[in-house]
């Protein structure tokens, strides 16, 4: 079955960079897009940043826009989130999955950005 591994998060200062991974298994990695998400105390999960299938297409909330990138190892059936210049909102828990139709949701993993 579809399983999502988050990692990679942590307690970091603000302007400071994480690398977030997130390993898939159960389905054929390179055939579907893929998403990062998070989800804030008290707030509705949002979508961060979408993959192509590829690799060759990316797109990101307006929030998150010059400050994070996604990428995609076929190879190791991986999906990363590199996070430069964050800020304390976003701190948030934060997700993978498929594109479309989505999976189940993984644990995730905590990043908290905080002096």
């Known amino acids: 079955q579809v399983q999502l591994v988050e990692s990679g998060g942590g307690l970091v200062q603000p302007g400071g960079s994480l690398r977030l991974s997130c390993v898939a298994s159960g389905f054929t990695f390179r055939r579907y897009g893929m998403v990062w998400y998070r989800q804030a105390p008290t707030k509705e999960r949002e979508l961060v940043a979408v993959i192509s299938s590829g690799g060759g297409s990316t797109s990101y909330a307006d929030v998150v826009k010059g400050r994070f990138t996604i990428s995609r190892d076929n190879a190791k059936n991986t999906v990363y989130l590199q996070m430069n210049s964050l800020k304390p909102e976003d701190t948030a828990v934060y997700y993978c999955?498929?594109?479309?139709?989505?999976?189940?949701w993984g644990q995730g993993t905590q990043v908290t950005v905080s002096s």
């Open positions: 999955n498929r594109d479309s139709p989505p999976g189940p």
